[in-house]
């Protein structure tokens, strides 16, 4: 339940000696009106310097810069990792909370089967994982570390040089809502499922985005800290913003072309 807090300019103003009381026990602001309006207007006049003004009391709004309103450091609606990029905070990357978006890897699966993460985000309290399990393509979106929901390709992946990924068409609706996610490899449709709700705001403080392991605590409960990185090559992974529906191949020189032209 959210509580709805005052406009500012009817909030009530407090006054407090710290040289007598440092706890801040004692309300003086009744007691000497007078130095109470004399900080007020050094307030506003340092305010107005610093820019402070206008002044945002919101919370949740100000963490996601979609609703808060601000510049963000990756811009468009594309964003192509490569093998080795890890730990990179969400700041740093497309974000893809709210919205339809797709996650497309290339990768080769060797002769032994497929097995490990191909690309993942967050932690075990939030996030997603696109990575093989028994030779099988598979996601799993971790909800705040409370549900897991799963979707699985159908058959395995056969080994050598394949494109695989992710469609998450988001509902709406509003923040944190579900969505359907469809799983492709070579442009093939392998399976597909409901993601019941997500997280609208953050993942993870500190546990960042990783391309070919989970190098954090793990998103998804098929693996564990430890030796979860792919067991063949990712060559690299495409992030992707509402794409719209069309071709699920992607052409990877294109994708190379197009996020180049954005930097």
């Given at each position: 339940?959210?509580?709805?807090?005052?406009?500012?300019?009817?909030?009530?103003?407090?006054?407090?000696?710290?040289?007598?009381?440092?706890?801040?026990?004692?309300?003086?602001?009744?007691?000497?009106?007078?130095?109470?309006?004399?900080?007020?207007?050094?307030?506003?006049?340092?305010?107005?310097?610093?820019?402070?003004?206008?002044?945002?009391?919101?919370?949740?709004?100000?963490?996601?810069?979609?609703?808060?309103?601000?510049?963000?450091?990756?811009?468009?609606?594309?964003?192509?990792?490569?093998?080795?990029?890890?730990?990179?905070?969400?700041?740093?990357?497309?974000?893809?909370?709210?919205?339809?978006?797709?996650?497309?890897?290339?990768?080769?699966?060797?002769?032994?089967?497929?097995?490990?993460?191909?690309?993942?985000?967050?932690?075990?309290?939030?996030?997603?994982?696109?990575?093989?399990?028994?030779?099988?393509?598979?996601?799993?979106?971790?909800?705040?570390?409370?549900?897991?929901?799963?979707?699985?390709?159908?058959?395995?992946?056969?080994?050598?040089?394949?494109?695989?990924?992710?469609?998450?068409?988001?509902?709406?609706?509003?923040?944190?809502?579900?969505?359907?996610?469809?799983?492709?490899?070579?442009?093939?449709?392998?399976?597909?499922?409901?993601?019941?709700?997500?997280?609208?705001?953050?993942?993870?403080?500190?546990d960042g985005l990783d391309v070919g392991e989970d190098s954090g605590a793990p998103v998804s409960p098929d693996y564990g800290s430890r030796d979860n990185g792919f067991n063949g090559t990712?060559?690299?992974?495409?992030?992707?913003?509402?794409?719209?529906?069309?071709?699920?191949?992607?052409?990877?020189?294109?994708?190379?072309?197009?996020?180049?032209?954005?930097?």
């Amino acid at each position: 339940m959210s509580v709805k807090v005052p406009p500012f300019d009817d909030d009530v103003w407090e006054l407090y000696d710290t040289n007598v009381d440092w706890s801040q026990a004692k309300n003086l602001a009744q007691e000497n009106p007078g130095k109470l309006h004399e900080l007020q207007r050094l307030w506003i006049i340092e305010a107005t310097r610093y820019k402070v003004l206008p002044l945002d009391d919101r919370m949740t709004e100000k963490m996601n810069p979609d609703t808060a309103g601000r510049p963000a450091l990756i811009k468009g609606n594309t964003q192509l990792l490569f093998s080795g990029m890890g730990r990179l905070l969400e700041n740093c990357v497309l974000n893809l909370k709210n919205k339809s978006h797709s996650v497309t890897a290339e990768i080769v699966v060797p002769e032994k089967g497929a097995e490990g993460v191909i690309i993942c985000q967050g932690a075990n309290i939030g996030g997603w994982s696109l990575y093989a399990k028994g030779g099988k393509l598979k996601y799993c979106y971790n909800w705040g570390g409370f549900k897991h929901f799963f979707v699985e390709a159908t058959g395995k992946l056969p080994a050598g040089e394949h494109q695989v990924r992710m469609e998450f068409a988001y509902a709406g609706g509003g923040l944190g809502k579900g969505g359907k996610v469809t799983l492709y490899t070579d442009g093939k449709k392998v399976g597909e499922g409901d993601i019941p709700a997500t997280l609208a705001i953050v993942f993870s403080a500190d546990d960042g985005l990783d391309v070919g392991e989970d190098s954090g605590a793990p998103v998804s409960p098929d693996y564990g800290s430890r030796d979860n990185g792919f067991n063949g090559t990712v060559k690299g992974a495409l992030l992707s913003i509402a794409e719209g529906e069309g071709e699920h191949l992607v052409d990877p020189a294109q994708a190379i072309r197009v996020a180049l032209a954005r930097q």
